[in-house]
């Protein structure tokens, strides 16, 4: 599926004002405005900064101004972009003026165009990052069903201001590789992100459950991934009866999509025994139904009018697997998206029945449109006999997510500490912004059902975002897992920046950056651990355990991401995540296209590894991220008051 032309980004270098482009775009701040302006001035042979001035622009964060070049100008329009009054710039700035660049550049009907920076980013890798991606994203228009002849595409955008060496002078475009990979890393993030939105806003009628199987397996085809699909035998060969019940309404048959990646070395029979030790694997589910009605408990004509979107979370998971394929982290990524409808007909689920998930336990549907949880409860319960060290699932869930948190914010609950902060720090550093939920113990009760194991939905109609993610903690075993709940922030009625009105692609970018920032935890893990053996081995003493050597958990803060200045995020909880052991790879494991997506066929069963579950969060108090217990002794100032969380709320 195509989602238009996809936008060129490069770096310059040179004197931007002969730049033979259809639109120059400046970025600056108040302060520096009239300084960045003046070779500008000279090119057009006027006071632009007197004009801005009697036009009462200020520069603020998003403002945009166009002017009209002049003859020694090399391009017919000169746009002014504001970044704030002054530095530094944070990334959600960047992204707003590279939006209002992509936006100016369609309200002229413009082809080229480029953008020079008017003061030197604090970080010009990570600026350049959030440049192209953001760029790319405003770039997207979903335009395959629209007849538009007057529609001109914005085709190539030249940065410059960025293209310096270590010593500050000018290179060729291309030439430093850590502003090359940068360009490349945001330009994968946004393409993936605007493929996903692509699949988002397609019709339910042309994505149906087999159309998305078929564009995960040209996904993996394209990538390098290794894809299985199974169909309505292989998901009973695995136990899936949530999803079997989910899907029987429907005409479409339901699909199982497995993704894989394997990082760069290892092989899919595994690698040696170091290798294994070391080596993490993260689990991703999405939830892919396709179209939901809400079966026999029908929506409204007003709540079913979008529901094509209700695949979002898997359309993110694929997505996600595409972007880590092409950067190729070092930590294994499996993915599970169940792919279904929801529809009404004489062989609907119908409340009152009882479903046995691939877990084992028994769930009472009281109401089928509550059938998300059932599907990703299946798909939970398959990612588990894989032996994640994490598991994060995404998923267009509940109606009461949007009441809380709105169209801008997503919720995220887990049972594992430091994997929830974790997914704080990312949405951060991706613009993709989370929130912490409480998972509070004593509404479990609230799920218990007098004729299974648990119910679908809870007896009291409150709190049902956690209610939901309550029900999916019950099919992950214990293991470190997390939730994202997505359904406010899916889908947008109007355009946003970076964002134009359809499907947005929340958590593309956010689960990609989690995985990079989870293998570069991993490396440093390992790289300790050789450290700490080599230590060992001449000091001649007993050895010591790897784990040990990093009393941080493997999936700590992205230290290295473009956290945008002043992003306010949830204050970390006290208590400290636990460490997990690295999970054996399955000896053997068939990397094949189920033979169950042609009807038939069934998969080995996949070898167990001995992986320690995570420390859950045992009471009220921890779940709103207040120990109950002795806090962790924290490092004091010389004032001796305790150092406040960055980006924390004060109490």
Sequence with gaps: MAGGRVLSVRLAG????????????????????????????????????????????????????????????????????????????????????????????REVRARTAALVLGLPPADPAATLEVLAEAATLASYAFTEYRHDPERVALRTLALYGLGKNDAGKATA?????????????????????????????????????????????????????????????????????????????????????????????????GADASARETRRRIALVGKGITFDSGGLSLKTADGMEHMKRDMAGGAAVIGAMRAIAALRPPVEVRAYVPASENMIGGSAMKPGDVLRTAAGKTIEVVNTDAEGRLVLADALAVAVRDA???????????????????????????NDVALVRALLDAGAASGERLWQLPLVSAYRSQLDSPVADLRNVAADGHGGTIHAALMLQEFVAGRPWAHLDIAGV??????????????????????????????????????????????????????????????????????????????????????????????????????????????????????????????????????????????????????????????????
Excluded at 66 to 93: C, E, T
Excluded at 240 to 265: H, Q
């Design 173 to 269: 475009a291309g030439r430093n590789p850590a502003h090359a990979a940068a360009l490349r890393r945001g330009v994968v993030l946004a393409q993936a992100t605007n493929e996903a939105r692509t699949w988002i806003n397609t019709p339910a009628a042309v994505l149906t459950p087999a159309a998305l199987a078929a564009e995960a397996e040209r996904v993996a085809a394209a990538s390098g991934l290794t894809v299985e699909v199974d169909g309505p035998e292989g998901i009973a060969a695995l136990g899936m009866g949530a999803l079997l019940a989910v899907a029987r309404g429907s005409a479409e048959a339901p699909r199982f999509i497995r993704l894989t990646y394997r990082p760069p070395g290892v092989s899919r029979r």
């Design 14 to 105: 040179g004197d931007a004002t002969r730049a033979r482009v259809d639109l120059l775009a400046l970025a600056v701040t108040r302060d520096e405005m009239a300084t960045a302006l003046r070779p500008f001035e000279r090119a057009i042979g006027r006071r632009v900064a007197r004009e801005l001035e009697l036009r009462r622009f200020t520069a603020a964060e998003g403002a945009a101004f166009v002017l009209v070049g002049g003859r020694r100008l090399g391009a017919p329009h000169l746009v002014v972009v504001g970044l704030g009054a002054s530095g530094p710039v944070g990334a959600d700035a960047w992204r707003r003026a590279a939006d209002q660049v992509v936006a100016k550049a």
């Design 388 to 414: 994640p060290n994490a598991i994060v699932d995404i998923a267009t869930l509940t109606g009461a997510v949007r009441t809380a948190l709105g169209t801008r914010v997503a919720a995220v609950l887990g």
């Design 490 to 651: 899916a889908f947008t009625e109007r355009d946003l920046p970076c964002t134009p009105r359809g499907a947005v692609g929340f958590g593309v970018r956010l689960l990609t950056r989690f995985v990079l920032a989870a293998a570069d935890r991993t490396a440093e893990d390992r790289g300790a651990a050789a450290g700490g053996r080599t230590e060992t081995a001449r000091a001649g003493g007993d050895r010591e355990s790897p784990r040990r050597l990093s009393r941080s958990s493997t999936y700590s803060a992205a230290r290295r991401l473009p956290v945008p200045a002043g992003a306010a995020t949830p204050r970390p909880p006290a208590r400290r995540g636990v460490a997990v052991d690295a999970a054996s790879p399955a000896r053997g494991a068939k990397t094949k296209r189920a033979e169950g997506a042609r009807g038939g066929g069934s998969r080995s069963a996949p070898a167990r590894a001995n992986v320690r579950a995570a420390r859950p969060l045992d009471d009220d108090a921890d779940a709103l991220g207040l120990s109950s217990g002795a806090a962790p002794r924290r490092r004091r100032r010389a004032s001796g008051r305790p150092r406040r969380a960055r980006g924390s709320p004060r109490g």
